[in-house]
């Protein structure tokens, strides 16, 4: 069996090409450009290109972009004093401030001190609550470009059994909500899998989908996966490679060349995941600014 490549980068641009006509259409109609700011404390290398390539398609798609840069020995009282005046900032319609943050900093007071209306990330516990309810007003970027690579693909979690390997608050948790709840596009039966889980192999098995958000490289090997599994890798790592020139490559949380045999269909690491959480960052800051627009649909799940 030979995988299905599902490729990111192309479905990105559809979706950054729909967030443009959303912004021309607002900017036209109602005289409203969405506004997106993202704040970035430290030098993290990986950051600062995620920034920046957040901040190039937010300009592309028209909207007003503004990154903030802080030195890594900046205060928490300063982080939430920028968090302050971008809730306050009428241009700014979505707020996301980059994780991981530096050691000294709280992370959680940091993410609840954002306004929720603006809170694009979907990372306040307003907004995952909403989630968790079936309600979701926000929902974060890469769960929500995990559902719709896997809409648009043809794979449709209805019914099918989801192993999700990884349970953090920015991935794990909320794509397993995402895919749990009653409604098109979900419908999924899911089984969350974590550091503690044991017989992993036995459960990552019975994945009709299996979505790997460990942060350990090449961790899911072909043993580990049945026949036509779909394979949604998020991970991120770099391994050393001597013969490139920087010294390094980025390869995912699966074993890519191996699993790729076995499944139906996978994601390369990297052109997946990655495109789809900054396309679908566009589209929630398009939805904060149509929420500024128009408060009545702010209502619970609107």
């Known amino acids: 069996m030979s995988a299905k490549v599902m490729n990111g980068t192309e479905m990105a641009k559809e979706i ?31 950051s600062k290109v995620y920034v920046r390539n957040k901040d190039r398609a937010a300009t592309e798609a028209g909207m007003v972009s503004e990154s903030i840069v802080l030195p890594d020995s900046t205060t928490q009282d300063e982080v939430l004093s920028v968090v302050r005046r971008l809730n306050g900032d009428a241009r700014i319609h979505a707020i996301l401030v980059q994780l991981p943050l530096p050691d000294h900093i709280d992370e959680d007071a940091v993410i ?15 907004n995952m609550g909403l989630l968790m309810a079936g309600l979701p007003r926000f929902i974060p970027a890469t ?10 693909s043809g794979f449709d979690p209805e019914g099918k059994h989801v192993v ?16 749990m709840q009653r ?8 089984t969350v899998c974590h550091t503690r889980t044991k017989n992993l192999a036995d459960i990552t098995r019975q994945a009709d989908i299996l979505i790997a958000a460990i942060g350990q490289p090449r961790f899911i090997t072909a043993d580990m996966v049945k026949d036509g599994v779909v394979v949604i890798d998020v991970g991120i790592n770099q391994i050393e ?24 269909a996978i994601t390369p690491v990297p052109g997946g995941v990655g495109p789809m959480t900054i396309a679908m960052l566009l589209l929630n800051t398009l939805k904060a600014a149509r929420y ?9 799940g609107g």
Not at 164 to 179: D, E, F, Q, T
Not at 241 to 264: H, I, M, N, T
Not at 292 to 300: E, S, V
């Open 16 to 46: 950054r090409a729909e967030a443009a006509e959303g912004v021309a259409e607002m900017r036209d109609k109602h005289g409203i450009v969405p506004g997106l700011a993202v704040v970035l404390v430290g030098d993290d290398p990986a």
């Open 112 to 126: 609840e001190s954002i306004n929720p209306d603006k809170d694009v990330d979907g990372l306040h516990p307003f």
């Open 143 to 152: 769960p929500e470009g995990i559902q719709q690579m896997l809409l648009r």
């Open 164 to 179: 999700v390997c990884g349970r953090s608050n920015i991935v794990g948790k909320p794509v397993a909500n995402l895919l």
């Open 183 to 190: 409604s098109a596009g979900s419908n999924a039966t899911v």
């Open 241 to 264: 490679a001597p013969e490139r020139k920087r010294g390094y490559r980025l390869v995912g949380d699966v074993d890519y060349d191996a699993v790729s045999e076995k499944a139906a």
């Open 292 to 300: 500024f627009m128009h408060p009545h649909l702010r209502k619970l």
